[in-house]
C-alpha cells in the first residue's frame, strides 16, 4: 500500500499544502501573533520537509523535536485552544486542495500525534 503521502500526490502537494496553511494560518487572529518575527520561507521549508516525513515519505526532516522546537511558544501561551486552531487550518486546506475525507482523516491523526510534545505535556 502507498504512503499517505503518495496518496495526496507527493512533493507537490505537500509544498501546495503548506503554502495554503500558513496562508490561513497569518490571516487567523487566534494564532498569527506566534509567527510575528519568524522567517516564514524557511519556516514553510520544515513544515514541508515534516510533513514529508509524517506522512511517509522522503526522511530529509533535521529540525528540533516537536517539544523543544515548540518550548518557546509555550512559554508565550500556546495552548490547546491554538493547536485547535491549527488542526483546523490544516483540515480546511486539505479540504481545499480536495484530499478525500480519509486521506485528510490520516493526516488529521498524524498531526494530532504531535499534540502533548507541541505542548510541552
Known amino acids: 500500500m502507498s504512503s499517505l503521502y503518495e496518496q495526496i500526490?507527493?512533493?507537490?502537494a505537500v509544498n501546495a499544502a503548506v503554502d495554503i496553511f500558513y496562508?490561513?494560518?497569518?490571516q487567523d487572529?487566534?494564532?498569527?501573533?506566534?509567527?510575528?518575527?519568524?522567517d516564514m520561507e524557511k519556516q514553510a521549508a520544515k513544515q514541508k520537509a515534516?510533513?514529508?516525513?509524517?506522512?511517509?515519505?522522503?526522511?530529509?526532516y533535521t529540525g528540533e523535536d516537536m517539544?523543544?522546537?515548540?518550548?518557546?511558544?509555550?512559554k508565550q501561551g500556546l495552548n490547546d485552544s491554538h493547536f485547535d486552531a491549527v488542526m483546523e487550518n490544516l483540515g480546511?486546506?486539505?479540504?481545499?486542495?480536495?484530499?478525500?475525507?480519509?486521506?485528510?482523516?490520516q493526516a488529521a491523526a498524524i498531526a494530532e500525534s504531535t499534540r502533548n510534545d507541541v505542548l510541552g505535556k
Not at 9 to 12: A, D, K, N, R, V
Not at 51 to 59: S, V
Not at 92 to 105: D, F, Q, S
Request: glycine share 16%; net charge positive.
Open 92 to 105: 480546511a486546506t486539505l479540504t481545499e486542495l480536495n484530499v478525500p475525507g480519509n486521506l485528510i482523516a
Open 9 to 12: 500526490g507527493g512533493e507537490g
Open 23 to 26: 496562508r490561513k494560518v497569518l
Open 50 to 60: 515534516f510533513l514529508t516525513m509524517a506522512f511517509g515519505g522522503p526522511h530529509n
Open 29 to 38: 487572529a487566534r494564532i498569527k501573533r506566534f509567527f510575528d518575527g519568524v
Open 67 to 74: 517539544r523543544k522546537g515548540h518550548a518557546h511558544l509555550v
